[in-house]
């Protein structure tokens, strides 16, 4: 079956110019979380999703950092007035439902933002 | 706020070597997962273990949970060059969900 998709794999940008990331996650998968992994760093988690809604955004490194999912299943990652320390690979996941146990979360391969 | 630190950071071994890498915090973690992640990919994960103490056994590689939760350990036994990769810890807690916190690393490079 398909694993978790993001598009673009790869993004170059200039300073203050407005990005979007996608994620589309396993079909099913009702929880998406989006990390973001700096050089030489592991995963930073950024923002977590149950279904629709934000369950977690305590990630989000500031208010130029903003992410939906309106239906439930893709997800976008949008970064406004973007600056050369936002350049990383953003990761998504996806999981199945939380039942109060320890979910497997399924990464995607990542999209590389860089940031000129 | 609660960090995970890998030991080492890089590790360059011969094929057939056996290694150990560690991850330690000092806070406790309800589950620590061990991911292995090769370059312009995800990481995968690889284990999850949840008690103090825990052992588990995948092929080669032989994970740890520390009896208080706090550390683990991975050793892989008779090195192959496809393990080379990075493998990264994390740690959760039940409060957070899905909060994963991740450790940086430790860069393996398995020679043949």
């Known amino acids: 079956g398909a694993g978790v998709s993001q598009t673009p794999s790869n993004k170059v940008t200039e300073k203050g110019k407005y990005v979007e990331l996608r994620c589309d996650p396993i079909?099913?998968?009702?929880?998406l979380y989006w990390y973001r992994q700096s050089l030489g760093q592991g995963p930073e988690f950024l923002i977590y999703?149950?279904?629709?809604?934000?369950?977690?955004d305590s990630g989000l490194p500031n208010d130029r950092f903003f992410a939906v999912r309106p239906e439930g299943s893709v997800s976008t990652l949008k970064i406004q007035r973007t600056e050369r320390g936002d350049s990383a690979v953003y990761l998504c996941?996806?999981?199945?439902?939380?039942?109060?146990?320890?979910?497997?979360?399924?990464f995607g391969p990542g999209t590389r933002l860089t940031v000129l | 706020t609660q960090l995970l630190e890998q030991s080492p950071q890089f590790l360059s071994i011969q094929e057939g070597e056996n290694l150990t890498v560690y991850c330690n915090s000092s806070?406790?973690?309800?589950?620590l997962q061990w991911y292995r992640q090769e370059p312009g990919e995800g990481p995968v994960l690889l284990v999850t273990?949840?008690?103090?103490?825990e052992v588990k056994k995948l092929k080669r590689l032989t994970f740890q949970f520390g009896d208080a939760r706090k550390d683990s350990s991975l050793h892989i036994t008779a090195a192959q060059p496809g393990d080379t990769g990075l493998y990264l810890c994390?740690?959760?807690?039940?409060?957070?969900?899905?909060?994963?916190?991740f450790g940086k690393g430790t860069k393996l490079s398995v020679k043949p």
């Open positions: 999703f149950q279904g629709t809604g934000a369950a977690d």
């Open positions: 994390a740690g959760a807690n039940r409060g957070s969900q899905g909060n994963l916190i």
């Open positions: 273990v949840v008690t103090g103490g």
């Open positions: 806070s406790v973690f309800s589950s």
């Open positions: 996941a996806s999981s199945t439902l939380l039942a109060g146990g320890h979910q497997t979360q399924y």
């Open positions: 079909s099913g998968h009702t929880a």
